[in-house]
């Protein structure tokens, strides 16, 4: 079955430093999202993208975290600098139009 | 705007008994919802959707939901749980099928000998 890859699966650093997750979609998919997930806010809206081009940011802290789709096989999500409130599980998920999404097994945040 | 409940944070049932989760969509138009089971460490796997035509719709896994206009609902049903069915479980609604979803918080299932 095709998958949604996500690396690194766990990552644990300390406050200030970047993070970058990478997020490999389905092949063929054109739209590609971002959801953290918290025990306190659930499943939240990051951003997501079509074609490369994003669509919606609005869930996203501009000030720190960047969402980037340098092409058609690889999503990026940034933290610089990274805080302890952005421990969370990162997800991506892919889909193809309008078919439901296909979700990554997730990164797994600490910020220490 | 859209938003989805799920009344209950978590939910106890003997293996082999029946099973309804409940959620409640907020939306004014014609919603596109789905219903997503997510296991420990795992990512979010797709049960069922319902984007129009008959309003009970079957999903993988022997799970069933019943959309119902009237009440705004969208609950998911199982006839007998297995002990392997202990998951989280998300309710989650569209405006388009293709768009981004909005989920509820979660449902906890936990199965019992």
């Known amino acids: 079955d095709a998958r949604v890859t996500q690396t690194p699966r766990h990552k644990v650093t300390e406050m200030g430093q970047e993070v970058t997750m990478r997020c490999q979609p389905i092949l063929g998919h054109n739209t590609v999202f971002w959801y953290r997930q918290t025990m306190m806010q659930g499943l939240e809206l990051l951003a997501y993208?079509?074609?490369?081009?994003?669509?919606?940011d609005s869930g996203m802290p501009k000030d720190r975290f960047s969402a980037e789709m340098p092409d058609a096989t690889l999503a990026t999500l940034k933290i610089q600098p990274s805080e302890p409130r952005d421990s969370a599980v990162y997800f991506c998920a892919s889909r193809d139009g309008e078919q439901p999404q296909h979700f990554g097994d997730g990164t797994r945040l600490s910020i220490l | 705007a859209q938003s989805v409940t799920q009344p209950d944070i978590h939910i106890t049932v003997s293996e082999g008994a029946s099973l309804e989760l409940r959620c409640n969509y907020s939306y004014g138009a014609t919603p596109y919802l789905f219903w997503y089971v997510q296991s420990p460490g795992q990512g979010l796997q797709l049960l069922l959707k319902?984007?129009?035509?008959?309003?009970l719709v079957q999903g993988i896994k022997g799970f069933e939901a019943e959309f119902k206009r009237s009440q705004s609902s969208f609950n998911l049903r199982k006839p007998s749980v297995h002990w392997s069915d202990a998951a989280e479980y998300f309710c989650?609604?569209?405006?388009?099928?293709?768009?981004?979803?909005?989920f509820g918080k979660g449902t906890s299932l936990l199965v019992t000998p």
């Open positions: 989650a609604v569209g405006r388009r099928p293709g768009y981004a979803l909005n």
């Open positions: 319902y984007f129009s035509g008959d309003t």
């Open positions: 993208f079509r074609n490369r081009a994003p669509l919606d």
